[in-house]
């Protein structure tokens, strides 16, 4: 999927530049995107070490955990076909949880165990589960409370308030969350 | 609403701490390892970075993308959203180092503080990219009907973005 995009993107650009006449400016841009990605990765790197330390200390002392088996209670509601007390709950508690303080690369391990553990209560084995897809949801809409990539570019940039968002950020976050499960549920009941 | 958001770090940092001080762990060596891990998931993020960043400027500076949605301008010039934001809404779904990638231009054109940086900012923030993670997930464990979670994915994705642009015009 996302290599035919990106074919397309480059293809059409430069197709559309020879026909308006504008071919210095892709040049430009096809020479200058290094320096432009250089930039970049040592804006975010430096943020993103910190909180992958930060967060490290919350994993080791077991505050990740306590979140996530909090959070298992509310997830027994949320996936009604997985029996109480399944690993994949855990798992799935844990992957939210990672979301949740932005670390995604933490996160997808987390995601990947969840998906294997769905797996092994699923009939039909090439064939997505209600609670796969629903777990899918929860992941796409993305649950996040600390956004740090976006925090640490805005910072990078002199924003007078880089936190400003985190508020705005939970609110749009939750609402597409709870908008997304609500139309799993609408369509899960009428197939069944 | 910019105290409450300058005040969710530090008493997070904080309790995260103090919990560990109380565990008695090694505060500062599981810093250093945690920070340590950022190593390799920089080196794996930059080929990306760098081709989406190729893909994604030849795509918006040619001026093909605006030509493309231009039917999209009565309805955002209707809504007074600012029609720079389309690239980001149109690339969310796809990637998310594409729309880190835009994030970037549009700092750096319309600074963090703007309108257009603000809104951006959230939609960056409170979305995630739905092609991705069916791809990754479901290619994972071999599923190969999908059923209805990408329309499902994409509709939480359009609510984000709609409620990301209403609540940052009302704020600002």
């Given at each position: 999927m996302v290599?035919?995009?990106?074919?397309?993107?480059?293809?059409?650009?430069?197709?559309?530049?020879?026909?308006?006449?504008?071919?210095?400016?892709?040049?430009?841009?096809?020479?200058?995107?290094?320096?432009?990605?250089?930039?970049?990765?040592f804006k975010i790197f430096p943020v993103m070490a910190l909180w992958l330390g930060i967060m490290q200390i919350a994993s080791s002392s077991g505050l990740l955990n306590i979140f996530a088996n909090k959070l298992s209670i509310l997830l027994t509601k949320i996936f009604p076909d997985i029996p109480y007390g399944h690993e994949s709950l855990s798992f799935i508690a844990s992957n939210i949880v990672a979301n949740m303080f932005g670390l995604g690369n933490a996160a997808t391990p987390f995601g990947l165990k969840a998906m294997e553990s769905l797996q092994t209560l699923n009939n039909k084995k090439d064939t997505a589960s209600r609670s796969?897809?629903?777990?899918?949801?929860?992941?796409?809409?993305?649950?996040?409370?600390?956004?740090?990539?976006?925090?640490?570019?805005?910072?990078?940039?002199?924003?007078?308030?880089?936190?400003?968002?985190?508020?705005?950020?939970?609110i749009a976050t939750s609402l597409s969350t709870i908008a997304g499960l609500i139309l799993d549920r609408i369509i899960s009941r009428r197939i069944k | 609403m910019t105290l409450i958001s300058n005040m969710i770090i530090p008493i997070?940092?904080?309790?995260?701490?103090?919990?560990?001080?109380?565990?008695?762990?090694?505060?500062?060596?599981?810093?250093?390892?945690?920070?340590?891990?950022?190593?390799?998931?920089?080196?794996?993020?930059?080929?990306?970075?760098?081709?989406?960043?190729?893909?994604?400027?030849?795509?918006?500076?040619?001026?093909?993308?605006?030509?493309?949605?231009?039917?999209?301008?009565?309805?955002?010039?209707?809504?007074?959203?600012?029609?720079?934001?389309?690239p980001m809404i149109v690339m969310r779904p796809i990637s998310g180092s594409s729309t880190l990638a835009i994030l970037n231009g549009l700092f750096k054109k319309y600074g963090p503080d703007s309108l257009i940086g603000t809104i951006a900012s959230v939609i960056q923030g409170s979305t995630d990219t739905t092609f991705y993670v069916l791809t990754l997930y479901f290619g994972s464990i071999g599923i190969k009907k999908i059923r209805y979670s990408l329309y499902v994915g994409l509709f939480a994705d359009i609510v984000g973005i709609v409620s990301a642009i209403i609540i940052t015009s009302m704020l600002l």
């Open positions: 290599n035919k995009i990106w074919g397309f993107f480059i293809i059409s650009g430069i197709v559309f530049c020879f026909f308006t006449g504008n071919i210095k400016l892709i040049n430009d841009e096809i020479l200058n995107c290094t320096k432009s990605a250089i930039d970049m990765i796969m897809i629903t777990f899918l949801v929860l992941n796409t809409s993305g649950v996040t409370i600390i956004p740090t990539t976006i925090i640490s570019l805005r910072m990078m940039y002199k924003s007078i308030t880089p936190t400003a968002i985190v508020l705005p950020c939970i | 997070l940092v904080l309790i995260i701490i103090i919990h560990g001080f109380i565990k008695r762990i090694d505060l500062y060596d599981e810093f250093v390892k945690g920070a340590k891990s950022s190593f390799p998931m920089i080196t794996t993020m930059f080929p990306c970075l760098l081709g989406m960043i190729l893909g994604v400027n030849i795509f918006t500076k040619s001026g093909v993308l605006d030509w493309f949605f231009s039917f999209l301008k009565p309805i955002f010039s209707y809504w007074k959203i600012p029609f720079e934001i389309l």
